[in-house]
């Protein structure tokens, strides 16, 4: 990328900046380094990847990596968020996944390309799931979770979630949150993960307690998650 087009990106980022949002960044996002967050606030960071999206260097953009700045990851996660050519945007996703190393840039990875590409999308899904990388596994669980407990629910999608296990943090809150997420929406289905245990014993009760702090599920099957619970909770 030219030196005058990062050095613009990066202007427009500086002159964002808000001190009191970058401490409480670095609270909650501790796995990136804190000189790297210069705390702008997400809907700042869209509208900049919207203009920059509508631009000639967004391209140059995408295929400089790996990035200083949170914040241009972030960017960068918007941009691929916006694409609608599944084709680019799997390509992008595989040179970017790589660099991700926390939960927000992560998280916010929703791209609208994958919304008409169903059929592809889920193998593609689970070999980032086979990845051993814990953010791509992560975009693989949130993936799995948004667009294979709908109308085009895979019952299979439950299992390859279950079968996940790893020491990471991040890796096991998702799996948790794709449980939660499948009780309210395919409870039957969902059910047998916790009556069989077939999660680890922490992932089980964090499912079963974002369970019960949903709105989405009844009192009564509340009442039944929480008699689920196992005695071991150690993480």
Not at 128 to 137: D, F, H, K
């Amino acid at each position: 990328m030219d030196d005058a087009v990062r050095e613009r990106i990066r202007a427009a980022l500086y002159a964002q900046r808000d001190e009191g949002y970058r401490a409480l960044q670095i609270r909650t996002i501790p796995t990136v380094r804190p000189e790297t967050i210069l705390g702008v606030r997400t809907p700042a960071l869209r509208r900049m990847a919207k203009e920059l999206g509508r631009g000639p260097d967004a391209a140059a953009f995408l295929s400089e990596l790996p990035h200083g700045y949170f914040e241009e990851n972030q960017l960068h996660a918007f941009l691929i968020s916006e694409m609608r050519d599944y084709a680019a945007c799997v390509a992008a996703l595989e040179a970017f996944l790589p660099h991700v190393d926390n939960w927000a840039t992560c998280d916010q990875m929703i791209p609208k390309a994958f919304r008409r590409h169903r059929a592809e999308l889920r193998g593609r899904a689970e070999a980032w799931l086979a990845s051993g990388r814990t953010y791509t596994v992560r975009f693989a669980i949130k993936t799995l979770m948004d667009h294979f407990l709908g109308e085009d629910f895979d019952p299979a999608c439950l299992q390859l979630v279950a079968a996940v296990r790893s020491e990471e943090y991040y890796v096991n809150m998702m799996v948790a949150w794709y449980v939660a997420t499948a009780l309210a929406a395919r409870y039957e289905a969902a059910l047998p993960l916790l009556e069989e245990r077939r999660l680890a014993p922490w992932t089980h009760n964090k499912a079963i307690q974002k369970a019960v702090e949903s709105y989405r599920i009844s009192p009564e099957r509340k009442a039944y998650l929480k008699t689920l619970r196992t005695v071991r909770c150690v993480k």
